[in-house]
């Protein structure tokens, strides 16, 4: 999928090092899952389908989150060193209630 994000270089660059921090930070958590999981005697092929309900649960958060930051209901700041980060008690009123059901937590 192509987005034409104009003329500006660095925006372009941004989306990038955005979607990218997403991606390895994705990776690092399932790896870290699995880790956990198997201090515990999990087999990672045991944690796998549950994972990939949970990633799943995330990917159907993403639409709805995106519009609540872009609203201005969800307010982004800016650390002293450059971080952003979520404004405080805010980010549990953009997450919507969801149903979790008994088989994604066995």
Do not use: C, K, Y
Not at 14 to 33: E, K, P, R
């Amino acid at each position: 999928m192509a987005e034409n994000l104009g003329a500006d270089p660095g925006r372009a660059a941004s989306f990038d090092v955005a979607l990218l921090n997403l991606f390895w930070s994705s990776i690092t958590g399932l790896m870290h899952s699995f880790a956990l999981a198997a201090r515990h005697q999990v087999p990672a092929t045991a944690l796998a389908p549950h994972a990939r309900q949970m990633a799943q649960l995330v990917a159907d958060l993403l639409p709805g989150l995106a519009t609540t930051i872009d609203t201005g209901n969800l307010a982004l700041r800016e650390h002293p060193e450059g971080r952003s980060s979520f404004q405080g008690g805010r980010f549990r009123n953009a997450v919507p209630a969801v149903s979790v059901g008994h088989d994604l937590l066995l």
